[in-house]
């Protein structure tokens, strides 16, 4: 096949659609190989910044965007017909669930319907974003093979998850193994001639409805082990015993035992999302998928125990939460990135502005909160100063993110109340004073 030749020999245009915390590290992917790339995205923003050769998301270095923008490997775009130009078209939108807990697929399907005009023979589509097994046979074939195409012949389509971890300094784009799943032997080939010009190792499987239901199960076995350790880290409270150690003490066993951590909630675009797709899909086949949804329910209760937590932590101080000052540490859903999609923290502090707090948030990796879709009501509300006079007058400090640049000494030292939902201060190796430090 033609395009496979041109993968091979680096005269394949690839397109990136969606140049978020997914796109861009695989946009910079292909271009550091020698390929071009075309990123593509509704946000013109996003394009004028790739095109300058500087970088938007904090932990990628804009010295590649630069350097590869400069050489004209990589460029950007918010003109949707470009795509025409591409033999690859790679999707990575968001996969949000609605109120109600349903899939969201308006970002998929709106980027395909925004590219069907512009798509032609001996393309390959291969989808990124995560969703229910199902949705690529489902939803985008019959809509590509409405205009004339068949998939297999004359035009490719292909799932392959992605498995970003921002921030994470081992594991990036290039060396994570790739899964990837066709909807029909020939398109295999083509999809995998296409990402083994950019990763290490390629993982083909049978078919998409594979591929992406391998991506629900490395996210529903996390949030399932989490879940777990969150419902036994309420239990240990009620017990006075310690769960940080306990974890500790258990990880020492070499076999059969993988450390999970209880935290304030899920966070990230994947954890606290991907396994109600597939809870929803089951429900067609009738089945119930009960360790997935008591795992949901616990995750989603934790910023209100986290909240619980506080109030009782400000009665020793015979305090309530309405009319207490309250600081959040950490607005990013993980350490050290300025990632805050889906964050527990937003939950936090909305619970705590219902109940009459005054909240505020530090955290130097996001300076000002910028819009997102679910939690509006912050937008634009910037992160306080790191001072003894700034952080001396909040009645409570509550540690949501462990970031490797807050210092814990200073904060022992300046604040009252520190309610801390990642042990973080143990790990630090600071002591708080008496009364002071509240594990929640």
């Keep these: 096949m033609k395009i496979i030749e041109k993968f091979n020999q680096k005269q394949a ?129 019959p809509r590509i093979e409405s205009r004339g195409f068949k998939i297999g012949e004359n035009f490719y389509l292909a799932y392959s998850p992605e498995r970003e971890d921002p921030g994470n300094p081992d594991f990036s784009s290039v060396n994570i193994p790739k899964v990837m799943g066709g909807s029909t032997p020939s398109c295999s080939k083509v999809a995998q001639a296409l990402y083994e010009c950019v990763v290490e190792q390629v993982v083909p499987v049978r078919s998409t409805q594979v591929a992406e239901f391998a991506k629900l199960l490395e996210n529903i076995y996390r949030s399932v082990n989490i879940g777990l350790v969150n419902e036994l880290k309420i239990a240990a409270d009620k017990m006075g015993v310690d769960i940080w150690e306990v974890i500790e003490a258990a990880s020492t066993k070499p076999f059969g035992f993988k450390a999970f951590y209880p935290g304030p909630g899920l966070g990230g675009h994947c954890i606290p999302i991907d396994p109600f797709y597939l809870t929803w899909k089951a429900k067609e086949y009738g089945v119930h998928t009960r360790f997935i949804e008591l795992a949901g329910e616990i995750n989603e209760s934790m910023p209100k125990y986290v909240v619980q937590n506080t109030s009782k932590a400000l009665n020793t101080r015979k305090k309530s939460i309405n009319g207490s000052s309250v600081l959040l540490m950490g607005l990013a859903y993980k350490e050290n990135v300025d990632d805050m999609r889906e964050s527990p923290t937003f939950h936090i502090m909305d619970q705590l502005k219902q109940l009459g707090a005054e909240v505020s948030y530090f955290d130097p990796h996001i300076p000002v909160i910028t819009s997102t879709r679910e939690h509006s009501d912050w937008t634009g509300l910037g992160s306080v100063k790191w001072d003894e006079t700034s952080i001396s007058q909040f009645d409570c400090v509550i540690i949501c993110t462990d970031h490797q640049c807050f210092n814990y000494q200073q904060l022992v030292d300046w604040a009252d109340v520190v309610l801390d939902t990642r042990n973080a201060l143990s790990k630090a190796g600071v002591t708080p004073k008496e009364n002071q430090r509240f594990q929640s």
């Design 13 to 141: 245009k690839i397109g990136v659609v969606g140049l978020g915390y997914v796109g861009l590290p695989l946009a910079i992917g292909f271009a550091q190989n020698g390929h071009r790339v075309l990123g593509i995205d509704v946000d013109q923003f996003k394009a004028d910044e790739i095109n300058a050769g500087r970088s938007y998301i904090e932990h990628i270095d804009g010295a590649g965007i630069a350097k590869y923008s400069k050489s004209g490997l990589l460029s950007a775009t918010k003109d949707f017909s470009q795509a025409s130009e591409c033999d690859a078209l790679i999707i990575c939108v968001p996969t949000p669930l609605s109120g109600h807990h349903e899939p969201d697929l308006s970002y998929v399907i709106n980027t395909l319907e925004a590219l069907l005009p512009y798509l032609r023979e001996e393309q390959v589509i291969s989808l990124e974003s995560t969703t229910y097994p199902g949705t690529t046979e489902e939803e985008l074939r």
